[in-house]
């Protein structure tokens, strides 16, 4: 037996993904485009990220180019603008936005959202995506929708009359409208969960998004001067949601919206895992550029990526970092192939999934922790875009739908055959009759 191995290029990317990786067959032209675009801007995230975590938001330059790759269309449908991309384009886009900036990454995520509102009846849908060709940014944010907190609202003539706070409104300094839960009584006395669309003259921004990490997503909370009026074709009930986002499947065409409402929610979280799998990615990059040139505290060596220690943790990352990359791919590839063949998830499936894709963002979360360690306390510094992979990969991981042992918890009853809980407690049972 031979013990000549293939060389391995020295010219490949760090943390990009297996050596002999191909594309996928499911990523499309627009979608390769896109991503390409978003890859040569990684220097100019990371070098406003510092400026956007002052601010509370993207950097203006950031939120241009972001806006003029087209990256707040890509999950939108081409009959209302959008490019219609599929679940496999999506994550190699914030993928590679991750490796710049995770709060990019998490505003073109919950950017993403908007398709939701396609579930709204065809005036608030003319409203809203009326304005996609002129408005710079995300079109719509969304605060506390699906929360176990929400507003409050009650029934008049024509609509709702609105009031509350809505919390981590992602986006809500570049959006032109704002999709908020709202609970009322109905009829009968029965409160009622449903999704309330205001206009941005309707509600005030407040100066609250003060945190540890993705301090650049502008996740302020929102609030109404009393009472605002909600016409009837702002409102959805979200007990309604899930039948309604199947439908819209024979409306529109492209990728996006093909899959119905479990592929929808797969594909949500895997953009979540993606965005972890790209700062894992970035993590790395910046750990063995400055790797090459630092030298060790207290060791002998030129520099530290002449540690064996250091080569053993890249090494280690590396390898949760394909290992995080290959679970993202499988799960999106099924969902455009399902998308394609025609066929649905059920419900049942859900659970496995979401947990192999919240699995893999804490395990790229401990990859990053692992690699700032090993290169010592010159990664705490403010200037150094580690210590902020690190901060927002924390955030993330602290998400109330991307956090470990609860969707354990779902996943092991699923297994057991035990009654399922909702992805989100929060959710309103459908009604009957």
């Known amino acids: 037996m031979s013990n000549d191995f293939p060389p391995i ?4 990317t760090p943390g990009a993904g297996p050596v002999f990786a191909s594309e996928s067959e499911f990523l499309s032209p627009a979608g390769k485009k896109i991503r390409d675009e978003v890859a040569g801007m990684i220097p100019m995230l990371r070098r406003n990220a510092p400026e956007g975590e002052e601010l509370g938001a993207l950097a203006p330059e950031a939120l241009d180019a972001l806006h003029n790759a087209g990256v707040f269309k890509m999950a939108i449908p081409e009959e209302v ?19 710049g900036d995770g709060s990019a990454g998490w505003l073109v995520i919950v950017s993403s959202g908007i398709r939701s509102t396609l579930a709204f009846p065809q005036q608030a849908v003319d409203e809203i995506f009326g304005m996609i060709d002129d408005w710079v940014g995300p ?24 009031s509350g706070k809505w919390s981590f409104g992602s986006g809500c300094k570049f959006a032109a409208w704002a999709a908020v839960g709202v609970e009322y009584e109905d009829d009968a006395g029965r409160p009622r969960r449903g999704i309330a669309v205001l206009s941005r003259d309707q509600y005030q921004i407040l100066d609250d998004w003060k945190v540890m ?18 016409p009837e074709h702002r409102f959805v009930h979200t007990s309604d949601l899930p039948k309604i986002m199947d439908s819209l499947r024979q409306q529109y065409g492209g990728r996006a919206l093909g899959g119905g409402a479990v592929a929808g929610s797969v594909s949500t979280a895997a953009s979540f895992a993606a965005l ?24 002998p060596y030129p520099t530290v990526a002449d540690m064996p220690s250091a080569q053993v943790t890249a090494g280690k990352a590396r390898a949760v970092i394909n ?14 192939r399902r998308v394609l063949s025609g066929r649905d998830f059920g419900f049942a499936e859900e659970p496995e999934i979401a947990m192999d894709l919240v699995h893999a963002i804490h395990q790229c979360g401990q990859a990053v922790d692992m690699l700032q360690l090993a290169l010592g306390s010159s990664t705490v510094s403010l200037k150094n875009p580690i210590q902020r992979f690190v901060r927002d990969m924390r955030v993330l991981a602290t998400h109330g739908a991307l956090r470990l042992d609860p969707m354990a918890e779902i996943n092991g009853r699923n297994i057991f055959g035990l009654p399922p809980f909702p992805m989100f407690a929060a959710l309103e049972p459908p009604t009957t009759g």
């Open 9 to 12: 290029s020295a010219d490949i």
């Open 81 to 99: 603008g959008g490019y219609g991309l599929g679940a496999r384009d999506i994550i190699e886009i914030v993928t590679t936005l991750g490796r």
């Open 139 to 162: 079109l719509v944010f969304g605060a506390s929708v699906l929360s176990t907190s929400v507003g409050s609202g009650r029934r008049v003539d024509g609509g709702l009359m609105v």
């Open 213 to 230: 990490g993705l301090k650049g997503t502008s996740s302020n909370s929102v609030t109404v001067d009393g009472e605002v009026f909600v």
């Open 276 to 299: 972890a799998l790209g700062m894992a990615q970035g993590t790395l990059e910046c750990f063995t550029e400055q790797a090459k040139v630092r030298k060790p505290f207290n060791l």
């Open 323 to 336: 290992a995080a990359a290959a679970v993202v791919h499988m799960h999106v590839d099924e969902v455009d």
